[in-house]
């Protein structure tokens, strides 16, 4: 290309774009995302007065189109939000505003993007791994980032904790059914006059897009991919409780994480997660709760097995209910919650009016919503 001169990030002529096939290509060698499944909208931040394939890239990123619940005034509404990833600027040409411009020209481009019928977009995600300050100017602000994490385990537990059978990918389908119906009666459940409480759907194809991930990457680093996709087990009080996870491989064994995706424990009131910290005692519970924290144990204790046969660091739980909390410390009692303030931090813009942001509950703020 010849040379060119970079315009100021104020510049009227910048727009944000989506690439050609070409400049595709070159947004994946530059930040070297692998190829991701559905939904997705690519999006580059360029000197709209130059022509395609001639023009540099200054600053790209990625949406996914999400379902959402959004629950309001005793009412429950679907709709539809976007995941915000991949956001990368050239080292070249960084320090400039472009990454900067380009968050702000997407947040404005969301309000409206994928929505049928002119409906208006009601809230977006990101999770931010380079701190609070960067989004949060534009509306993407921080929520509940904590997570619990446990050591692997290659000794199988034959007593107190055995009982959790492991799910396959073809389980999937019916219990993300069966998980959407109960979100859907628990977020409606008593929502304070003046909170709006909003969620992702972990719905199968959420699912499949991470297990696609890990799968792609099992293959390519090891040759092999991994088949169990969760935990599940039938309490002794008749509910059931369930896991479903995913492996994050990283350059070095230390980056392998099993991550619990969505963790679904039949009848616990999984909205009041405001309160992780909020530490219960075994002996405080009711004896069909007790069943459930039995019942998580023994499927966190199979993540744990599992963990050590793909040798990951460690399994994590991202913001675990005080039920979660609890049930770790019946396998390590040592257990407390990490409260994350540089990487994956879970951000959440409200693109509805100004004066109801403070009070949006996010429920299901857990590692499927992540992208
Ligand atoms: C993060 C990234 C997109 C920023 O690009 P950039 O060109 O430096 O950003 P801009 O020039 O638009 O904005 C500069 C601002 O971002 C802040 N910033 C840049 N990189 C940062 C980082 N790693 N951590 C925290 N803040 C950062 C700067 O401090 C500056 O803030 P200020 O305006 O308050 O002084 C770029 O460094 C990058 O591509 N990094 C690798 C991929 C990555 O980490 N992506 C983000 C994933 S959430």
């Given amino acids: 290309?010849?040379?060119?001169?970079?315009?100021?990030?104020?510049?009227?002529?910048?727009?944000?774009?989506?690439?050609?096939?070409?400049?595709?290509?070159?947004?994946?060698?530059?930040?070297?995302?692998?190829?991701?499944?559905g939904g997705i909208t690519f999006w580059i931040l360029v000197d709209s007065t130059l022509p395609p394939n001639e023009r540099p890239i200054l600053a790209s990123c990625e949406s996914f189109r999400k379902r959402a619940l959004v629950a309001r005034a005793g009412k429950l509404e679907d709709a539809l939000s976007h995941g915000i990833g991949s956001v990368f600027c050239d080292p070249d040409f960084r320090g400039r505003g472009y990454a900067q411009r380009m968050i702000e020209e997407l947040g404005k481009k969301l309000d409206t993007w994928n929505q049928e019928d002119g409906k208006k977009t009601i809230f977006t995600v990101l999770y931010s791994d380079i701190g609070k300050k960067f989004y949060s100017k534009f509306g993407w602000e921080a929520f509940h980032s904590s997570h619990i994490a446990l050591a692997p385990t290659s000794s199988e537990n034959k007593t107190r904790l055995s009982g959790a059978r492991p799910l396959r990918a073809a389980d999937l389908e019916e219990l993300c059914s069966l998980d959407e119906q109960f979100l859907r009666a628990d977020i409606v459940r008593n929502v304070p006059r003046k909170k709006t409480r909003v969620a992702l759907v972990p719905d199968l194809q959420t699912m499949q897009w991470h297990h696609a991930r890990e799968e792609f990457a099992g293959r390519e680093m090891l040759g092999r991919e991994p088949d169990i996709k969760g935990a599940h087990v039938g309490c002794e009080d008749t509910s059931q409780v369930w896991c479903i996870w995913t492996r994050t491989f990283g350059s070095t064994e230390a980056g392998n994480t099993l991550h619990i995706l969505r963790f679904s424990i039949q009848g616990e009131e999984n909205i009041a997660h405001d309160d992780p910290e909020a530490g219960i005692d075994l002996t405080d519970l009711k004896s069909t709760d007790q069943a459930k924290v039995h019942g998580a144990a023994a499927v966190l204790h199979t993540a744990q097995v599992e963990a050590a046969r793909w040798g990951m660091k460690e399994v994590q739980v991202w913001n675990p209910t005080p039920l979660i909390v609890l049930a770790a410390r019946q396998i390590e009692p040592s257990t407390e919650l990490t409260h994350r303030g540089d990487e994956s931090i879970a951000s959440l813009r409200w693109h509805g009016e100004p004066e109801d942001r403070k009070r949006v509950e996010w429920v299901g703020n857990e590692k499927y919503a992540w992208c």
């Avoid at 774009?17 to 991701?36: A, D, F, I, M, Y």
Wanted: charged share 25%; hydrophobic share 30%; aromatic share 8%.
């Fill in 1 to 37: 290309m010849a040379a060119y001169e970079l315009p100021p990030s104020r510049s009227p002529n910048l727009a944000l774009l989506h690439p050609t096939q070409e400049e595709k290509v070159e947004t994946w060698k530059l930040n070297g995302t692998s190829w991701r499944d």
